[in-house]
């Protein structure tokens, strides 16, 4: 049975990140869909479900963690991962409460982030 | 043999009279007061019962006679004041209107004439016939002659007698000669009395002065020795009574050092007559008490003007002293105090200021890096992709190695990332169990250790297999940051040694090299941030390292030598582990 393709929403205001890590993501058979605010995050997070989003923490107009804290209640069973630039302890513990399911800071090693995204995605739909 | 004949009346009244002055001489002899000579030349005279007489004396204008004294009874005077309307003391003989008293007076002359003569020019004008009649003497003669002082007219003496006669003027001038040489050993006597006087009230002040005031007063003779001094300095030399100190010098009370000071200001004051003013010192007795006092002393000269010693006083100037002395020292404390905070400020501003530059920085450097990791990530991707025969090409000319240092060079920027993190991030102690040998172990073990360089672990017996309460996280980030820099400093390879060891109280772990070490004008600012020798590096490492170090109430140090090494020291609070 071919598995239709799992889909991804990055979050970035900085395209060159956005561009690469869909680019990464795609060529292990990811859909990939990109938003550069908070914005227009949520409004294509109304249209269509994904299964998981990589949401940067600085956002222009509106912080990750309330663009977190919209797509928890939206989508709880999506898988939730906060990047961040400059890590904070308060942000990673609101980000967990928040619903995050994971908290990692750039510059995370490709191979790693993609280990990352297939287990979350594994533990969510095993949950 | 002289006939013996009896004697003539004018002789033997003249042989009275004779003897009469000279019995008045010898008893006014001697007597030191001039009333007093008056009054005794007066009572003679009454005693007498022959001769009378007035003593009259120059008013201060030199005008007018007035009457001194006289032997007419208390009785008469009362009826010539009630007569005439004027009382004795009050009257006055103008020398411009008399004849007899003028002359007497002005040229000196001793003159004789009839009583009533001599009354008259004693009589108000209006008022001569009855005074005459209240004193009239029949056939009585005057005899007036001038009363000198100093060889200066002051007055007159009448004599007056019914046996009176030109040639008894001798003796009378004889007698007035004696009154006059009483009256000036009188008042030679009554100027020096009041001499004697006024340098007694001065002594009595001196004595007041020196015994009631608080301050040290003394006299010395030309070789500093005490003449006098006063109950002050008696009290500043330690002693009990005053007159202890005469003819002893400051060395028989003070210590060599300050006697020995103010001998040779004394000299300066003695030799050179050069007065010292207010010269602050310190009085030590030889017990060791000590007090500071404020010192003045001048010359004493003689009238040829020669000096004969000197007066010193010291006033006592502890307490003004010590209170100015607390309120500089005080005064002091407070500048450094403000000094120090006001560097510790300038520190914390602007260790907030490179905070917040490593969290801007370490932000803007993570998604560009982010970005350079993404594209190794699919450049490694594609050439897996790529045909084999490109591939081997690629892989032949380096693609490989270029890939590993672009990895390489990510990893080092990401550790700058970290380490501006790492500054600009509050820390959080958090301690937890553990001992020396775990600790040292497992943090040697997270880092590359080269082939050429030996490792090794040394663990104080007294901490051997003890757990200790510390901040593990906090204490492996400053070691492998240390470790890290002990192998880059041993590049051609060397011994490193992390210790662990028990110190008064502290822990003390050390990490040692024998690598190229730190000249010693860097030593004081590596760990100060942004300082750096390395070619890559922002110069954080060792200041997180300190601050790391400080959030553990603990502090590092460095010891260094160019050549030979370099050893890192922490010391942190040793808190023993209860379980376990």
Partial sequence: MKRKAKTILLVDDDKQILDSLKMILESEGYTVETAQSGEEAVAKNKEKAYDAAFLDMRLPKMQGTDLLAVMHKESPRMVKIMMTGFPSLENAVASLKLGADAYIMKPIDPEKLLELVKNKMTEKSES | MLKKEPISKPLSDLIEIMQFTENVSTKIHGILDMDEIFRIVIDEFRKSKKYT?????????????????????????????????????????????????????????????????????????????????????????????????????????????????????????????????????????????????????????????????????????????????????????????????????????????????????????????????????????MNGQFRWVSTTKVPIKDQKGQTTGLVGISRDITERKMMKDELKRYSENLEELVRQKTEKLKEAERLAAIGETAAMVGHDLANPLQVISNQ?????????????????????????????????????????????????????????????????????????????????????????????????????????????????????????????????????????DTGVGIPKENLDKIFEPLFTTKAKGAGLGLAVCKRLIEAHEGSISVESEVGKGTVFTMHVPYRRATSG
Avoid at chain 2, 390 to 401: P, S, T
């Fill in chain 2, 53 to 285: 007489c007035h003593i009259l004396l120059l008013t201060d204008d030199g005008k007018s006679l007035k009457v001194a004294d006289t032997t007419v009874s208390p009785l008469k005077i009362k009826a010539a004041e009630r007569l005439v309307g004027i009382k004795l003391k009050n009257f006055t003989i103008q020398l411009d209107d008399s004849k007899f008293f003028k002359q007497v007076v002005r040229e000196g002359k001793t003159i004789q004439a009839n009583v009533n003569d001599v009354m008259r020019e004693m009589s108000p004008q209006t008022m001569v016939s009855p005074i005459i009649q209240l004193f009239y003497f029949e056939n009585a003669m005057s005899i007036v002659t001038p009363l000198e002082l100093h060889g200066r007219i002051i007055g007159t003496f009448t004599m007056t007698s019914t046996t009176l006669a030109d040639y008894f003027i001798p003796s009378v001038s004889n007698l007035t000669r004696h009154i006059t040489s009483a009256l000036e050993l009188a008042e030679e006597n009554s100027s020096r009395l009041k001499t004697e006087r006024l340098l007694a009230r001065e002594r009595d002040l001196l004595q007041a002065l020196m015994d009631n005031i608080p301050d040290a007063i003394y006299f010395k003779d030309k070789n500093s020795r005490f003449i006098r001094i006063n109950t002050g300095q008696a009290k500043k030399l330690g002693i009990i009574s005053p007159e202890e100190a005469v003819g002893k010098t400051d060395f028989d009370f003070l210590t060599p050092e300050h006697a020995e000071d103010a001998s040779n200001d004394e000299l300066q004051v003695l030799k050179k007559n050069q007065p010292l003013i207010d010269k602050v010192e310190k009085s030590e007795r």
């Fill in chain 2, 376 to 512: 190794l990530y699919l450049g490694k991707r594609m050439l897996e992709q790529f045909p084999e025969e490109c591939k081997k090409v690629a892989i032949e000319r380096g693609v490989l190695q270029m890939f590993e240092s672009v990895a390489g060079q990510i990893y080092y920027m990401n550790k700058i990332i970290n380490d501006l993190r790492d500054f600009a991030m509050p820390i959080k102690y958090e301690p937890a169990a553990i001992d020396a040998e775990t600790l040292l172990t497992q943090t040697l073990s997270t880092i590359i250790v080269p082939e050429n360089v030996r490792s090794s672990i040394e663990i104080d017996e007294k901490l051997a297999s003890t757990k200790f309460m510390v901040d593990p996280n906090i204490l492996k980030r400053v070691l492998i940051n240390l470790l890290t820099n002990a192998v880059q400093a041993m590049p051609n390879g060397g011994k490193l040694t992390a210790k662990a060891g028990l110190e008064d109280g502290s822990i003390t772990l050390s990490v040692k």
